[in-house]
Every structure is written in structure tokens, then in C-alpha cells.
């Protein structure tokens, strides 16, 4: 009998079997999805596997096969198998990652029709009329409207008619003209509903590379050329022009036929650089983002499977976007943290994108101004070949960096001394020349707590074990964890004193704080709390236009952004980063410091970064006020040798939480106990202990964490581990998660 083993959306940990139809069997073959039974409820799965072979006791058929070609391209399943196998996450779940939500959550379509792949295709679109370019000349009596015009269009491409109508009076008629003259073409097409194709993205050139940019690209496009898989490290300096090596990569690979992934840390935060490479590429990419609608979704889903598109933007999740011909995967900032999901199945995107290039025989290219340990790893074990932008791709010079030592310097004129005299200056002296400034603050709100000066106590989150931030916009108590939200008190909910202390600084009362200071300056901030979406590349069109003097900012504001005219970069509490219970916290604050540092000097004028701390011989702070990335790399990397963590050790986290704390910690202490039990020696088990963040949402929090050097013998422990968790209490959760990067 033809049988077929299907993965299903649910969590569990193996595929099912079902028998195949003697009808059905040309379109039941390994990444096809089928309609089959799950007890009472039709699903739809995706066949991993076919095979001959005595059937399991009540088999039951596949339904339905509505694909003529497998939905999940061979490279892309195999991938998931591995990532499933790697990471011990459900088959299924890890399926979920790579269909289309509209597929996965209407099944019962299936049966209505013959595919599912019509669905969506843009029915019932609106239509808007685009100008073109043709191939005819321009007419010998052409107005001077008319010619600016048609210039407007010949260096765009295309452009929509009602643009061109709000910068030119008569520019319906003058297209007409020029469409009789065979100068120009009107089409009409869908409208674009993504934000990110909404504007206008005019074509540019191809600058000219600098030397060191073009030993890169050149090392890339040979080993294109050759079909080979291989991963580079692109080590480039902030300003080093990374972008412009990918875009000249993914130039060739198209030229190949070949399909290309490029996977950004937060597409949201990234719009200018999706701009970058519609510019190159016109429309033909596919940006992959969260605000996506279903039926967006599948069309783009579509437009890359079927090859008419050949490439794919996004953060993490566009790893599994269905690119044919796949040639060339790129990891732009490889160092993020965002690029490991912290949800579900717990996969790090710049591991798998090594393996999705190699499995597809392509190349992988990891760049960043500051290398994950693990990435120069690779390098330094000879498992990718490093290529160095050493210098700013328009010849400017690194910004001059020095630190402020907070234990021997006083406050400014506003009497804080988290705003110091020499910082307080620097941006008196750069407002007055007309330059802009930078203030990297990474805690949002007013004040993050909230203390009674009487008792002591402090205004904490009922269901997180965190402090309450205070929002004065809002006049809120807020926790960024679980977004419980209530009003500030009039007086302590535990004394009742009317005596409670603002404590700490946020961006929201920085903002403040510089208005009051300097109150002809124009002040923007740059934080979750204000800006999300299209509204984030608004804060930041204002700062390219020069409409605003000093930007506030948490993390969001190291993201590459390039800010031409920011000539000082302020960071006001270097330190937050560094007192963090993580093994990670000194390269984090690292990565932090220099990519921020990144922002300044990147126009025509010098730029300098002031660097506020209480510590400024801590390894992190010294190294970044050097520009001395490698010296840093071989710092923390001795460390990590000599305490056997990550990259010369690997660590499995068991994650177990519950709303009943004794329940959680006894489930915990069980699976501790039984993975000692089964542990090689070498396996080092530590735990159970509570986490460092002890409760959240309302659920009570331990870890267990497995070290070894092996990584088959941890793997054995691991999936040993799994097994006993599966027979546990569903009133606890038990989380594995396979070289985690949060350990809070």
C-alpha cells in the first residue's frame, strides 16, 4: 500500500500516516500539502515522506491533494526537518513557519476548490494608472513642463499618474501627449496596499565600489560562479557601505537565475533600506513583514514560488520564504538578537540561514560592524572566510569617542547629573553650529520606578516580578513585560504616605528635560511608546530633513539608520547594559556602544561620542572608545574559553514555568534530577534555580541549564529530557531552548 507521512499544525513530536489514494498519487510527494482526517476535524498537513509499506492498524486516507506542485520546495523541507530535529520542536509547529497563515487556517476551502492558490490573488483589487517609459522619442515641441516630466519618469521607471498630477498642473494632459508621441506608456496595475511600495522609490546607479569593497564582492560572485556553498563574515566598519556589497551580490545572483533571502533584524526599523534595494531592483522584491494582511501574504508567497519574484526582505521569518533556485542568503547585522525567536519554536535564523545556503548549494553572507562571537568563531575555525571593510566607504573618519567618568563629574545647568556638565556643553556647541545630536537611552517612560520615600516599597507589577514605569504622558503605571497598566497613586499602596519618589531616567523625561534646557531646540524621540510602523520612518524623514536637533532614542536608534547631518551621539547610562545576570551582557553593551558610536560623522563633518559611565575601564567600554573591535573579539573570546560557555561549549536551556510556584518547582527539579541520571560525562547540568526574572505574566519561572563540549552527548541528554517532559503536568510548561541568547 502507498503510504504517506504527514505533518500536521499541531505540537506534536512525529508525522502521522495516512494511505494514499490510487488517484491522488502523483500529487502525494514530499513537501505537497493534503487534506486529511484528524479525529472528528479535517486539517491541512504537508507530506514529509512517501513510501510502500504495511499499513498501521485503522489507517485512514488522505482526503484531498489540491497542490499539482509540492507547496514546500525539497531544499526548504529538507531545512525544516533539520531545524525540527536540531532545535526538538514538533515537525508540525515547525511546518507552521513555512505555509501561509490563510492556507494553514482555512482548510475546509481546500475542498471548495481545486487550489488554494487563487484564493487570494488579488480579487477585487484597485486599479491606478502608472506612467512608463517607452521606447519612442521624445516630440520635437515639447513644453518645459513636459520635459521635466518625462526626465521624472525616465529616471524612476514608472510612476504613478496621480504623483505626477500633485507636482505638475496638466500632467494628465501632458501624458497624453507624450503617449501619442510613443515617448511614454500608461498601465494600469493593483494598488499597493504594503506600506513599504506605497512611495515612490526613484532608480539609482551603482556607485563606485572602494577597493576593499570590491575584493568582497568579488570574493562572493567567484563562489557564486562556481556553485559551491560557502559563508562569509562581512566585517565592515559603521559606514563601511555592507549594503552596497549585498546589492552588488544579489546583482549577480539574479544574473545567474539564482534566488536570493536577505534577512534584516527588524524590517520596521529598516524602511530606508528596503528603499535602498527597490531603488537598485525596482518592485520586483518581496518585503516580508508582520503587518502584512493574509491575502498580501499568500500573493507574495505565490509570487516566490513560482519564481516571479527572486527575492525576499524581511526579518527571521523570511528564511522560509519559498525562493526557487535559491543562490544567495544574506544576514544583514548577524550579531542582532532578534534574530533568535524567543516563542514557540525557539530557532536562531542566522544559524538556519547558514544551513538554508548550504543545503541549496548557495552562499550565505554574514555581515556586521561587530561579529557575534559565534560568527568570528566560524571564521577563526576556518567554517567561513572573513572579508574586512576596514575603513568608511565615503573615506570619513570614525567618530572620536570619549567616555565621561559619572563618580568625578558633575551635573549641567539642569542639575542632573545623568545629563553631566561636558555633555550638556557638547550639544550647546553642537546646536549652535547647526549639527544634530543623538541620545542613546535604552529605558523608555519617565522614571522606570517608582518609590515611598516613608516604607521604601516600591510600585511592582502584580503578575511580573518587575518595577512599574511611569508614563507621564499617560499618567500611568505601566510594566513593558505583560502591558499591565494602572493609574499612578495619589499616595503608597502599602503605607499610605503621600510620599512617592519618581526614581531613575527614561527617554520620556530626557525629552523633558532637553526641551526645558534648550528650548529653542527641536526635540524628537525615537521609542516604542511613540513610534511603531510607517511612524518610525516619520521620525526619522524629519531627522534626514534636518527639522529636528536632537533625537531621543532607545535601541531603535542604533539600527543602521544613516543620518548624514548627526555629528554628536550622546550615551547617557552605559552601564544599564552591563549589570544584566548574563554571560552575553559584556558583548551586548558592546555591540550596543559601537553601533550607536556608528551614527555620528557620517556626513562631511567630524563626528565625536560622549560615553557616560560609572565604569570606564570595564572591558566593553574601554574596547568601544578604540574602535578596537577585534581587540574586544579576542578578549571576550579567552573569557569564554577559559569558562566554557558558548562559542567553545554548547547550552541547552530548560525553561519551566507555572501559576502554581511549587508545582514549577518541583517539575523542574524533577527534570534536573532525570537528565543527571542520563548525562554522559561532560554533560554538566546546573539547577534548577529560579530565573532571573522570577515571575512573569503570572507564571512562576526555573531554569535548568545543559553545558557540554560535545554536542552529540548534550543532544542524547536533551531528547532524553523532552521524553520525560511530554508525561509531565499540563499544568506546567516546560520550554527547551537550543543555544538560547536570552537568559533573563
Known amino acids: 500500500m502507498l503510504l504517506a507521512d504527514v505533518a500536521l499544525p499541531i505540537p506534536l513530536g512525529?508525522?502521522?500516516?495516512?494511505?494514499?489514494?490510487?488517484?491522488?498519487?502523483?500529487?502525494?510527494?514530499?513537501?505537497?500539502?493534503?487534506?486529511?482526517?484528524?479525529?472528528?476535524?479535517?486539517?491541512?498537513?504537508?507530506?514529509?515522506?512517501?513510501?510502500?509499506?504495511?499499513?498501521?492498524?485503522?489507517?485512514?486516507?488522505?482526503?484531498?491533494?489540491?497542490?499539482?506542485?509540492?507547496?514546500?520546495?525539497?531544499?526548504?523541507?529538507?531545512?525544516?526537518?533539520?531545524?525540527?530535529?536540531?532545535?526538538?520542536?514538533?515537525?508540525?509547529?515547525?511546518?507552521?513557519?513555512a505555509l501561509p497563515p490563510l492556507e494553514r487556517e482555512l482548510a475546509k476551502a481546500v475542498v471548495a476548490q481545486p487550489t488554494l492558490f487563487d484564493a487570494a490573488r488579488g480579487v477585487g483589487a484597485r486599479q491606478v494608472a502608472w506612467v512608463e517609459v517607452a521606447e519612442g522619442s521624445e516630440p520635437a515641441k515639447t513644453s518645459a513642463s513636459a520635459k521635466a516630466l518625462l526626465a521624472r519618469v525616465r529616471a524612476a521607471g514608472s510612476v504613478p499618474l496621480s504623483r505626477l498630477a500633485d507636482q505638475w498642473a496638466g500632467a494628465r494632459g501632458i501624458v497624453a501627449r507624450l503617449e501619442a508621441a510613443g515617448a511614454v506608456r500608461v498601465a494600469r496595475r493593483a494598488a499597493p496596499e504594503d506600506a513599504f511600495f506605497r512611495d515612490e522609490a526613484a532608480r539609482d546607479a551603482p556607485p563606485e565600489l572602494t577597493e576593499p569593497q570590491r575584493d568582497a564582492v568579488d570574493a562572493i560572485t567567484r563562489t557564486l560562479d562556481a556553485s559551491a556553498p560557502k559563508t562569509f563574515l562581512l566585517h565592515g566598519v559603521t559606514g563601511s557601505g555592507k549594503t552596497e556589497v549585498y546589492?552588488?551580490?544579489?546583482?549577480?545572483?539574479?544574473?545567474?537565475?539564482?534566488?536570493?533571502?536577505?534577512?534584516?533584524?527588524?524590517?520596521?526599523?529598516?524602511?530606508?533600506?528596503?528603499?535602498?534595494?527597490?531603488?537598485?531592483?525596482?518592485?520586483?522584491?518581496?518585503?516580508?513583514?508582520?503587518?502584512?494582511t493574509p491575502k498580501e501574504r499568500h500573493g507574495m508567497w505565490h509570487k516566490l514560488r513560482s519564481g516571479r519574484l527572486k527575492v525576499a526582505i524581511g526579518a527571521r521569518s523570511a528564511l522560509f520564504a519559498p525562493v526557487a533556485t535559491l543562490g544567495l542568503v544574506i544576514v544583514d547585522e548577524e550579531h542582532d538578537s532578534s534574530f533568535k525567536q524567543e516563542e514557540g519554536v525557539r530557532y536562531h535564523a542566522r544559524?538556519?540561514?547558514?544551513?538554508?545556503?548550504?543545503?541549496?548549494?548557495?552562499?550565505?553572507?554574514?555581515g556586521s560592524a561587530t561579529p557575534s562571537l559565534e560568527t568570528e568563531f566560524l571564521a577563526r575555525s576556518g567554517r567561513a572566510e572573513k572579508l574586512r571593510l576596514p575603513g568608511r566607504a565615503r573615506a570619513q573618519a570614525m567618530p572620536h569617542v570619549a567616555t565621561i567618568d559619572l563618580r568625578r563629574t558633575g551635573a549641567g545647568p539642569t542639575g542632573d547629573k545623568r545629563l553631566s556638565l561636558p555633555l550638556h556643553r557638547a550639544l550647546e556647541e553642537t546646536l549652535a553650529r547647526g549639527e544634530q545630536s543623538i541620545l542613546f537611552l535604552n529605558r523608555r517612560g519617565f522614571s522606570p520606578s517608582v518609590r515611598c520615600e516613608a516604607c521604601g516599597k516600591v510600585e511592582t507589577c502584580p503578575q511580573c516580578s518587575v518595577?512599574?514605569?511611569f508614563h507621564k504622558f499617560r499618567e500611568t503605571l505601566r510594566c513593558h513585560?505583560?502591558?499591565?497598566?494602572?493609574?499612578?497613586?495619589?499616595?503608597?499602596?502599602?503605607?499610605?504616605?503621600?510620599?512617592?519618589?519618581?526614581?531613575?531616567?527614561?527617554?520620556?523625561?530626557?525629552?523633558?528635560?532637553?526641551?526645558?534646557?534648550?528650548?529653542?531646540?527641536?526635540?524628537?524621540?525615537?521609542?516604542?511608546?511613540?513610534?511603531?510602523?510607517?511612524?518610525?520612518?516619520?521620525?526619522?524623514?524629519?531627522?534626514?530633513?534636518?527639522?529636528?536637533?536632537?533625537?531621543?532614542?532607545?535601541?531603535?536608534v542604533t539600527k543602521g539608520h544613516d543620518l548624514p547631518h548627526v555629528t554628536l551621539v550622546g550615551v547617557v547610562n552605559a552601564d544599564a547594559a552591563l549589570s544584566l545576570p548574563d554571560f552575553r551582557a559584556t558583548e551586548r553593551a558592546f555591540q550596543l556602544?559601537?553601533?550607536?558610536?556608528?551614527?555620528?560623522?557620517?556626513?562631511?563633518?567630524?563626528?565625536?561620542?560622549?560615553?557616560?559611565?560609572?565604569?570606564?575601564?570595564?572591558?566593553?567600554?574601554?574596547?568601544?572608545?578604540?574602535?578596537?573591535?577585534?581587540?574586544?573579539?579576542?578578549?571576550?573570546?579567552?573569557?569564554?574559553?577559559?569558562?566554557?560557555?558558548?562559542?567553545?561549549?554548547?547550552?541547552?536551556?530548560?525553561?519551566?514555568?507555572?501559576?502554581d510556584e511549587r508545582a514549577a518547582r518541583e517539575a523542574a527539579r524533577v527534570l534536573a534530577d532525570h537528565a543527571r541520571s542520563v548525562a554522559d560525562h561532560g554533560v554538566l547540568i546546573l539547577g534548577p534555580a529560579p530565573a532571573p526574572l522570577a515571575r512573569l505574566r503570572g507564571r512562576y519561572r526555573f531554569r535548568v541549564m545543559m553545558r557540554a563540549v560535545d554536542r552529540a552527548a548534550l543532544r542524547r541528554v536533551v531528547v532524553a529530557v523532552a521524553r520525560r517532559a511530554s508525561q509531565g503536568s499540563r499544568a506546567v510548561r516546560v520550554a527547551i531552548d537550543v543555544d538560547p541568547v536570552q537568559l533573563l
Not at 509540492?70 to 526548504?76: K, R, T
Not at 534566488?259 to 534595494?277: D, H, K, M, N, S
Request: charged residues 25%.
Open 247 to 292: 546589492l552588488h551580490a544579489i546583482s549577480h545572483a539574479r544574473a545567474l537565475g539564482r534566488g536570493v533571502v536577505v534577512l534584516v533584524p527588524e524590517i520596521a526599523l529598516t524602511p530606508q533600506l528596503v528603499a535602498r534595494y527597490r531603488a537598485r531592483f525596482g518592485d520586483d522584491v518581496a518585503v516580508i513583514h508582520s503587518h502584512l
Open 467 to 469: 518595577a512599574l514605569t
Open 593 to 659: 556602544l559601537v553601533q550607536v558610536a556608528g551614527r555620528a560623522g557620517r556626513g562631511d563633518v567630524a563626528g565625536r561620542v560622549l560615553v557616560q559611565t560609572y565604569d570606564p575601564d570595564h572591558p566593553a567600554i574601554a574596547f568601544a572608545l578604540r574602535h578596537d573591535v577585534d581587540g574586544f573579539l579576542d578578549h571576550e573570546l579567552a573569557d569564554r574559553k577559559q569558562l566554557g560557555y558558548p562559542p567553545y561549549a554548547r547550552v541547552v536551556l530548560l525553561r519551566v514555568d507555572g501559576a
Open 14 to 97: 512525529r508525522a502521522l500516516t495516512y494511505s494514499v489514494p490510487a488517484g491522488d498519487a502523483e500529487r502525494v510527494v514530499p513537501g505537497a500539502r493534503v487534506l486529511v482526517p484528524l479525529g472528528t476535524r479535517r486539517v491541512v498537513g504537508v507530506v514529509l515522506e512517501r513510501r510502500e509499506g504495511e499499513p498501521p492498524p485503522k489507517v485512514r486516507d488522505v482526503l484531498r491533494a489540491p497542490d499539482e506542485a509540492p507547496a514546500v520546495p525539497s531544499e526548504l523541507l529538507e531545512l525544516l526537518r533539520e531545524l525540527a530535529n536540531y532545535y526538538v520542536a514538533p515537525i508540525g509547529d515547525v511546518l507552521r513557519l
Open 351 to 366: 544559524d538556519m540561514a547558514i544551513l538554508r545556503a548550504h543545503r541549496a548549494r548557495g552562499v550565505c553572507v554574514l
Open 481 to 556: 513585560y505583560c502591558e499591565h497598566e494602572r493609574p499612578l497613586p495619589p499616595k503608597c499602596r502599602a503605607c499610605g504616605a503621600p510620599a512617592l519618589a519618581l526614581e531613575g531616567l527614561g527617554t520620556e523625561k530626557l525629552e523633558e528635560t532637553l526641551a526645558t534646557a534648550f528650548p529653542s531646540a527641536r526635540i524628537a524621540r525615537l521609542d516604542r511608546d511613540v513610534a511603531s510602523g510607517r511612524a518610525i520612518e516619520k521620525v526619522l524623514a524629519r531627522v534626514r530633513a534636518r527639522e529636528v536637533d536632537m533625537l531621543v532614542g532607545t535601541q531603535m
